[in-house]
């Protein structure tokens, strides 16, 4: 489907904070402003990972974070960590543009292959994943334990 305003992608920035805040709320995430800005500063500063924004009209209308990884049990592969489209930009290419993106950059540097995680529910999602040619190849469960905080407890480790 052709976008009915033509997108328009770049690189995120500090100030691109709030709106990464409501995409993120469009997805179902809850951050504060200072939290939102505190993750995009530890991922803007991390190698081999970055941030797009896509606009619509001057307004940001999606999100993309992709990043290199490098594992012993898969093959080194780029990674879509998010993908967010606003809801009021949904059905109108700006996904499509944002997952183009993603594997441009993957292809510039050397990857032969682009994978993304997406939740269970998130069926759309699916469906338009397998749209681009994508296609299922596992599942898991993910799990999470709390760390004490460190002897810095304010400063957070970096990846």
């Known amino acids: 489907m052709p976008t009915e305003n033509p997108t328009r992608l770049r690189r995120a920035r500090s100030d691109d904070a709030a709106a990464i805040r409501q ?3 469009d997805l179902g995430y809850e951050l504060s402003l200072e939290e939102t800005s505190r993750r995009f ?4 500063k991390a190698a081999g990972h970055s941030v797009f924004i896509a606009e619509c009209d001057g307004e940001a209308a999606g ?20 993908l967010v489209v606003g809801a009021r930009f949904r059905r ?14 993957a292809s510039r ?16 999602a699916h469906a338009f994943y397998r749209s681009l040619g994508y296609r299922l190849v596992g599942t898991s469960h993910s799990f999470r334990r709390a760390l004490a905080p460190g002897p810095a407890a304010g400063e957070r480790a970096q990846p």
Do not use: F, N, Q, T
């Open 63 to 82: 999100l993309l974070h992709v990043y290199a990884r490098a594992a012993l049990e898969k093959p080194p592969e780029a990674v879509v960590e998010a």
């Open 41 to 44: 500063a530890i991922v803007s």
């Open 109 to 124: 540097r050397g990857y032969d292959s682009l994978s993304l995680y997406s939740g269970v529910r998130r069926e759309d």
């Open 23 to 25: 995409l993120l709320h």
């Open 92 to 105: 109108r290419g700006v996904g499509r543009d944002l997952m183009a993106a993603a594997e441009e950059w």
